[in-house]
Nanobody
Framework: QVQLVESGGGLVQPGGSLRLSCTASGFAPGYMFSNYVMSWYRQAPGEERELVAAMTSFGHGTNYADSVKGRFTISRDNRKNTVTLQMNNLKPEDTAVYYC???????????WGQGTQVTVSS
């Protein structure tokens, strides 16, 4: 069972930056962090959870929601079992709980972190 621990959320003013981190452990036998597709999702009050950014297992490909393109950057360090989300030029509409997700699409399993609150407000 993969465990994911997020950190880095908080309160920031519009136009500010935050960096979220997610550290993973507990991989399936024979698998490493680099085998998992890592993603960040967010969920605002009263809204459905939505994909923010994703990175393929070895970091060769990324995918971003249109609303964050050019402002957010996802990266991963396969040696440290960590995925980060650098968020710049934050807007009030970025306010949400941000979740880290690890998945093996070819296996069909996925795991979620507990979430970290990001609030963008003046």
């Amino acid at each position: 069972q993969v465990q994911l621990v997020e950190s880095g959320g908080g309160l920031v003013q519009p136009g500010g930056s935050l960096r979220l981190s997610c550290t993973a452990s507990g991989f399936a036998p024979g698998y490493m962090f680099s085998n998992y597709v890592m993603s960040w999702y967010r969920q605002a009050p009263g809204e459905e959870r939505e994909l923010v950014a994703a990175m393929t297992s070895f970091g060769h490909g990324t995918n971003y929601a249109d609303s964050v393109k050019g402002r957010f950057t996802i990266s991963r360090d396969n040696r440290k079992n960590t995925v980060t989300l650098q968020m710049n030029n934050l807007k009030p509409e970025d306010t949400a709980v941000y979740y880290c997700k690890a998945a093996r699409p070819h296996i069909g399993d996925s795991y979620w972190g507990q979430g970290t609150q990001v609030t963008v407000s003046s």
